[in-house]
């Protein structure tokens, strides 16, 4: 079992930038499969970028393609998303959560989440 807690988000202006970062306890994350979600209000959830154990290998939306990027640190065993350039549409709230079997950008295979952070994007 993995328990991830959530830090970072907030409010920036459009074409700014914020970080979350998503710090694993009790078992290392190198053994899942991540996945950072977002979820607007009366929306079903979405994965937007998808970290693979197998060989390092990321995946992520079109629509934060070239724009977010998900990193791991293992020594720190912590997980980070790095979002540039943000838009309004990016306002949400945004989860990290992991899986030790399932590698997916699918919320529905995973089994261990964060709290969720807000992002906010102002004109």
């Known amino acids: 079992q993995v328990q991830l807690a959530q830090s970072g988000g907030g409010s920036v202006q459009a074409g700014g930038s914020l970080r979350l970062s998503c710090a694993g306890a009790?078992?290392?994350?190198?053994?899942?499969?991540m996945v950072w979600v977002r979820q607007y209000p009366g929306k079903e959830r979405d994965g937007v970028a998808l970290l693979i154990k197998y060989n390092g290998g990321t995946s992520y939306a079109d629509s934060v393609k070239g724009r977010f990027t998900i990193s791991p640190d293992y020594a720190e065993n912590t997980l980070d998303l790095q979002m540039n350039s943000l838009k309004p549409e990016d306002i949400a709230m945004y989860y990290c959560?992991?899986?030790?079997?399932?590698?997916?950008?699918?919320?529905?295979?995973?089994?261990?989440w964060g709290q969720g952070n807000q992002v906010t994007v102002y004109p």
């Open positions: 009790g078992s290392s994350l190198r053994a899942y499969c």
């Open positions: 959560a992991a899986s030790a079997t399932a590698c997916s950008n699918s919320p529905d295979d995973y089994i261990y």
